[in-house]
T-cell receptor
Framework: EDKVVQSPLSLVVHEGDTVTLNCSYEVTNFRSLLWYKQEKKAPTFLFMLTSSGIEKKSGRLSSILDKKELFSILNITATQTGDSAIYLCAVVKNTGTASKLTFGTGTRLQVTL | NAGVTQTPKFRVLKTGQSMTLLCAQDMNHEYMYWYRQDPGMGLRLIHYSVGEGTTAKGEVPDGYNVSRLKKQNFLLGLESAAPSQTSVYFC??????????FGPGTRLTVT
């Protein structure tokens, strides 16, 4: 059975801190790994990772994938209160048809002043 | 572009009632999906469609039906609602085998 596990489940940090969110997976026919940010409504796309060792960056957020050890991390530096959200990791399988995602349960991040 | 839209935003049903959730996308995506999100469970795939007129079962399809009569719309039906179907429902779409774009969600409560 496919499995995506995120840790920690929740995290409270002070503004300005750096955080690292973890995502490990056991999925057959791995294709790619996606990170989403979910505030009050729809998950919004952050990164898609397909190759090991290549860091993706967007401002203060960065992510990297390790296909040998089957995990990914999402780093957020100089956190701001606007980073408070649930961060979801999802793994895409090679199915030959639609991209079927298996999601982790998410990490709830709260950034306080 | 409106992206992915869902109607209604909220709904309360009594056990045994039926309803249809509508998802629409204006990005000309071939693939569309319905998920439910429950506390501690993450997002789980209910049904999906790889094109107009086609549908397929996901991880948790029981109690739901879907239809894709037009490329831009994907309907999720509950024929006889049960309290276990209380959840937040998200629709998503994608162009081919790539990242999915999500709608704002429908919060459904079944009493």
């Amino acid at each position: 059975e496919d499995k995506v596990v995120q840790s920690p489940l929740s995290l409270v940090v002070h503004e300005g801190d750096t955080v690292t969110l973890n995502c490990s997976y056991e999925v057959t026919n791995f294709r790619s790994l996606l990170w989403y940010k979910q505030e009050k409504k729809a998950p919004t796309f952050l990164f898609m990772l397909t190759s090991s060792g290549i860091e993706k960056k967007s401002g203060r957020l960065s992510s990297i994938l390790d296909k040998k050890e089957l995990f990914s991390i999402l780093n957020i530096t100089a956190t701001q209160t606007g980073d408070s959200a649930i961060y979801l990791c999802a793994v895409v399988k090679n199915t030959g048809t639609a991209s079927k995602l298996t999601f982790g349960t998410g990490t709830r991040l709260q950034v306080t002043l | 572009n409106a992206g992915v839209t869902q109607t209604p935003k909220f709904r309360v049903l009594k056990t045994g009632q039926s309803m249809t959730l509508l998802c629409a996308q204006d990005m000309n995506h071939e693939y569309m999906y319905w998920y439910r999100q429950d506390p501690g469970m993450g997002l789980r795939l209910i049904h999906y469609s790889v094109g107009e007129g086609t549908t397929a079962k996901g991880e948790v399809p029981d109690g739901y039906n879907v239809s894709r009569l037009k490329k831009q719309n994907f309907l999720l039906g509950l024929e006889s609602a049960a309290p276990s179907q209380t959840s937040v429902y998200f629709c998503a779409s994608s162009y081919g085998d790539t990242k999915q774009y999500f709608g704002p969600g429908t919060r459904l409560t079944v009493t």
